[in-house]
């Protein structure tokens, strides 16, 4: 770890993994508006760069990049020294880099599906692990990681993206207990996203037919990246964004099995456009694919600018409320009949 280096006005500086297109893009975007410093972290370094201008434009009083691999623990931890170095410390850390893969779990390769677990799983485990080399020493800071209701209820054809995004609320959990057993002021959360128009699913890795598309309704990134930042803000334990994130889940802890049925039926046809795929076309699965880091996709036709998120734990309370009354209801005749 780089040595330690005079903090400039605490709580203000960011991190975000994954930066140069789509959420990343947005998140960087919405916390330059709200004045935050940036350090932008991906692999293609033309992108990020790209990305960086959006950021300052945006509003963003300072933005520094640092191309890197999530998946190389090694190179992102130098990544995360250096922008520590140049930013006066990390006050929070956003990880988002992701990667899948489309495809039925019996064609995907050993090779493709370790590459989509090291970036979609260890990309969050790393930048963790440096998020916290930096704010340990200081006990303070927080760490968001973008997750997704698939981290709830797995779908078809993307057996080992919905394999890491459990993964990541698993050892987030364990993370957290952790934390509050020793005390630290390092908030941790998670927000689970809905389908959002970005490209992923014109450089994603896919081995179906057809052109791969998101399950409706579909949001604009920069919708869910205002809900990124109210986590980063006030860290719930977890943030559900969007109807659809919300329905997956409670329908998957209701009716697991039904939902199976569903899925089976439905969840093919779902996550393909009527065109077919391009031959040959390029992905980005092992290497960046050059030129088309947008924040869009190419859903702005049905893509919904607005979203809204619910802290699960409100739910909770309000169930718990809803057993509650009719049990109070209940003692309260009890004792007005005995008197």
Same mark, same amino acid.
């Given at each position: 770890?780089? !040595? ?14 994954? +930066? ?72 929070? /850390? ?9 495809? %039925?779990?019996?064609? *995907?390769?050993?090779?493709? $599906? ?34 997704? +209701?698939?981290?709830?209820?797995? *779908? ?9 995004? $459990?993964?990541?609320?698993? $050892?987030? @959990?364990?993370? =957290?207990? !952790? ?7 390092? =908030? ?5 996203? %809905? ?7 014109? /450089? ?16 604009? %990134? ?15 334990? !977890? ?12 329908? @998957? ?50 893509? =919904? ?20 009354? %009719?049990?109070? *209801? ?10």
């Amino acid at each position: 770890m780089s !040595e330690t280096v005079p903090r400039r006005e605490p709580g203000r500086a960011a991190v975000v993994t994954g +930066a140069s297109a789509g959420m990343g893009r947005a998140i960087a975007a919405a916390l330059g508006r709200r004045g935050w410093r940036l350090g932008l972290i991906a692999r293609d370094a033309e992108a990020l760069a790209a990305a960086g201008h959006d950021a300052q434009a945006s509003g963003a009083p300072e933005v520094r990049t640092a191309p890197a691999d999530v998946a190389d623990p090694e190179a992102l931890f130098a990544a995360a020294d250096r922008l520590a170095a140049e930013l006066g410390g990390i006050d929070l /850390w956003v990880n988002n880099a992701m990667v899948t893969v489309f495809a %039925p779990f019996a064609q *995907i390769t050993p090779e493709e $599906f370790r590459r989509v677990t090291e970036v979609t799983y260890l990309g969050y485990v790393h930048g963790t692990m440096a998020a916290l080399r930096h704010m340990r020493p200081v006990n303070r800071g927080t760490i968001v990681q973008v997750g997704s +209701a698939l981290a709830y209820r797995a *779908i078809p054809l993307q057996s080992a993206y919905c394999g890491a995004k $459990f993964a990541i609320r698993g $050892f987030t @959990d364990s993370l =957290r207990s !952790e934390l509050r057993h020793d005390g630290s002021r390092i =908030r941790l959360t998670m927000v689970q996203l %809905p389908a959002v128009n970005t490209p992923q699913f014109d /450089w994603a890795r896919s081995l179906m037919p057809r052109r791969a598309q998101p399950v409706p309704p579909v949001y604009q %990134p920069e919708a869910v990246a205002e809900a990124v930042c109210r986590a980063a803000e006030t860290a719930p334990r !977890e943030l559900w964004v969007g109807g659809p994130s919300l329905r997956a889940i409670l329908a @998957d802890m209701l009716a697991p099995g039904l939902v199976d049925h569903l899925l089976a039926k439905q969840g093919y046809e779902g996550q393909m456009a009527a065109e077919p795929v391009t031959p040959g076309r390029p992905d980005n699965l092992f290497a960046p694919v050059h030129g088309g880091h947008a924040v869009h996709g190419r859903f702005d036709a049905m893509a =919904r600018a607005r979203v809204a998120a619910v802290d699960p734990a409100l739910l909770r309370s309000a169930a718990a409320l809803a057993l509650a009354v %009719p049990a109070v *209801i209940a003692l309260s005749r009890r004792l007005l009949r005995r008197h």
